[in-house]
């Protein structure tokens, strides 16, 4: 089994570098791994100084056999950098791992991905592989893992021959836009608006590489293979991250056992969908219940303020 080549994307949070990279170093076979660093330049000036500790961060060990580190010059944010940086690792080696900052790792997640990766490198229908799952009960299903309809970013990993699909453009909008069947498959039987965030993304109001990336896949029917239980914690739900609230509903512990069972080829199914899509439409339910129970309570605070400001008139 050949190790697929990693990489990991770094901006300005040092504490999150730091426990993220000590993670994926005490994996199994990340001494037989090469790992490639992204360091993204500096945005803003008050960023300088978390920018310098994080590369000082990726200088400071050898978290994999070997090690290379790329240092931006200039900012190219977030989408521009995972983009950049996994077409260029898979036009060299044909796969790759994927990474971000803000993630713990299992001491199986290398172990898992390789595993993945080589055994359905020829199964085209196949474009991801995931080492994250939602905090759901899969324990009735036999394998330790299942696929799915849609990709995720929270750790990650694909091939060259799914990677050269993806959609910078978004071209696939215009067929969801006007195909309401087609928008509410997009949405997971609307279990969850990815199409929200795939419109803000044609109208330029966000940036990421993950909705394209969906988008991308599900054009062409892709499968994603995720574990049945997670391997990846996200860590960045604290305020620091570019596009992290300060909580998450999403979040799962790590599971740290060895995964056993990849099977040599596996079926969507449709307990293993029910399941999934339910927590997330009941999560996204609770999400909106929250801010609108927090902007009732704003507008209640600042009629408040107007009612004092006004008797001290």
């Not at 394998?143 to 309809?149: E, H, K, M, Q």
């Not at 929270?154 to 928008?183: E, H, M, V």
């Amino acid at each position: 089994m050949s190790k697929a080549p990693i990489v990991f994307f770094a901006y300005k949070r040092p504490e999150h570098t730091q426990r993220s990279l000590e993670s994926l170093s005490q994996n199994i076979g990340a001494q037989d791994s090469e790992l490639f660093i992204y360091c993204d330049g500096i945005k803003k000036p008050e960023d300088r100084v978390c920018v310098e500790q994080v590369r000082q961060i990726v200088k400071s060990n050898q978290w994999c056999g070997t090690v290379h580190i790329i240092e931006r010059e200039k900012n190219i944010g977030l989408a521009n950098s995972v983009i950049s940086g996994v077409t260029e690792i898979c036009d060299r080696y044909g796969k790759v791992i994927v990474i971000e900052d803000d993630l713990i790792l299992s001491t199986y997640f290398l172990e898992y991905m390789n595993t993945a990766l080589d055994l359905y490198a020829n199964e085209s229908r196949f474009m991801q592989v995931s080492g994250y799952m939602f905090p759901v009960d899969l324990e009735q299903i036999r394998s330790d893992v299942v696929c799915l309809p849609f990709t995720t970013s929270w750790g990650w990993a694909t091939w060259q021959r799914a990677w050269i699909y993806f959609d910078p453009d978004a071209l696939g909008y215009a067929d969801l836009k006007n195909n309401k069947k087609l928008r509410y498959k997009f949405n997971l039987n609307n279990s969850y608006q990815y199409f929200d965030m795939l419109k803000a993304q044609v109208n330029k109001k966000i940036d990421s590489w993950a909705i394209r990336w969906y988008l991308s896949t599900f054009t062409l029917n892709g499968l994603t293979l995720y574990p049945k239980n997670s391997l990846v914690r996200n860590i960045g739900f604290d305020g620091s991250g570019t596009h992290c609230d300060v909580s998450s509903n999403f979040n799962s512990e790590i599971h740290q056992n060895k995964i056993l069972s990849i099977p040599n080829s596996i079926q969507l199914e449709q307990k293993t969908m029910d399941i999934v899509f339910s927590y997330l439409k009941s999560s996204t339910i609770s999400a909106s219940l929250i801010e609108r129970v927090i902007q009732k309570i704003m507008n209640l605070y600042r009629n408040y303020i107007k009612i004092i400001f006004h008797k001290h008139i």
